[in-house]
């Protein structure tokens, strides 16, 4: 239709979550139509990005110096908030409640996928247990097999420490209704109520 370029980079955009061929070919024609404004800005971000960005050596969240600014911050609380990815650190910074650290695993355990503990980042969370002093320890896994398989063998290796460890609370979410609710997401808030 437009050349290898133009087919390779609809098949790029394709590849991002939520956005399939018809949608990467719009946004595509989008750039394309808006070079100056649209395309060329764009592109100068992604290289910029891909040239700054790294994983925090500490944490594993994404940011432009290492250790991240998360990390480097000493008006953060001594706790640390697990999460499974980036994306899970940076919607709890959004809501702007917890004001601790945090250490992203990288992953959950998974026997389907093949994911062991030694494919997440758990052993640089047990180091940082024993290099500081912790008040405690946040699971916020997804409430998921996986992530309740990995909570659980969390808390197991986490007893040594001494410290609380805490998960999120599961159940009703906000304007919803009962009926509508799964049996497992039910029982979950009633023995979870407060």
């Not at 394309?32 to 700054?52: G, N």
Request: charged letters at 25%; a neutral charge; hydrophobic letters at 45%.
């Amino acid at each position: 239709m437009g050349g290898p370029e133009l087919e390779t980079l609809i098949a790029q955009f394709a590849r991002l979550p939520g956005l399939g061929p018809r949608s990467a070919r719009r946004i595509v024609l989008k750039l394309l139509c808006e070079r100056e404004t649209k395309l060329l800005p764009l592109a100068e971000a992604l290289s910029r990005a891909a040239a700054a960005v790294r994983s925090c050596s500490v944490c594993g969240n994404l940011d432009t110096q290492d250790p991240c600014a998360i990390c480097t911050d000493t008006a953060r609380e001594r706790r640390i908030c697990v999460v499974e990815s980036v994306a899970d650190l940076w919607a709890l910074e959004r809501a702007r409640i917890y004001h601790g650290l945090y250490h992203v695993l990288g992953g959950t355990l998974s026997a389907i996928v093949g994911r062991g503990p030694d494919d997440l980042a758990i052993s640089p969370l047990l180091a940082r247990l024993e290099h500081g002093r912790w008040d405690e320890i946040i699971l916020a896994l997804p409430a998921t097999v996986d992530g309740a398989a990995t909570a659980h063998y969390l808390m197991e290796r986490l007893k040594p420490f001494g410290v609380a460890v805490s998960r999120l609370a599961q159940g009703v979410p906000m304007g919803g209704a009962l009926e509508v609710l799964d049996e497992g997401t039910l029982a979950t808030a009633l023995r979870a109520r407060s």
